[in-house]
């Protein structure tokens, strides 16, 4: 009896997905592939910030809770890195999920968050999958998104999030072929409702 290779439904889908696109038109069949390599990167804004600093703030109380419950969602995912620019409120939001995970918070340059993102799509490991999780703030997260493929719906005039939301977690998996850039697959848009 031989055993066959086991994978999330996730990795079905994506490995499903990316040959469906991969498929040439007048060959019906699949083609073999390689190991297919998948990245998920989950994307929140920073929880409620106090409005009465407008330089650093920090979390209320409210969004301390917020970050407590994200923590809670994502334990037991593998997060495997967590990035934050360099603001107390995005290193706040993080900080309970990286205890959790056994990980430290990674800045990143908020001016560079495009780039930074776009580097997210490289090459993944072929064996480790990698779960990724990234505090951004209300201007930068949609673009951030976008720069993997990934796309959101119901964002302000100028292409953001709203001022009062909070609670948006975006979840982009990302998979390609040995040595090619990942790309979107699915694109999961939730509220974290406290």
Known sequence: ????????????????????LAWPAQDPKPKPTAALRCRTVVFVRHAEKDPDDKVDP???????????KLAAMFAA????????????RTRQTLAPLASKAGVEVADYDARASVKFAAGL???????????????????????????LGGQLSGLTDKGWLGEDEYDR?????????????????????????L
């Open 1 to 20: 009896m031989s055993t066959l290779p086991t994978c999330s439904r996730r990795e079905a889908l994506a490995t499903a997905a990316l040959g469906w």
């Open 58 to 68: 920090e979390l209320t109380e409210r969004g301390r809770a917020r970050a407590e």
């Open 77 to 88: 995912a593998g997060v495997t890195a967590t990035y934050a620019t360099a603001y107390r």
């Open 121 to 147: 799509g490289a090459a993944a490991e072929p064996v480790t999958p990698q779960t990724i999780v990234v505090a951004g703030h209300s201007n930068t997260l949609p673009q951030m998104v976008e720069a």
């Open 169 to 193: 977690v975006v979840i982009v998996t990302l998979c390609g072929q040995p040595d090619e850039p990942l790309r979107a697959v699915a694109t999961v848009d939730l509220r974290l409702v």
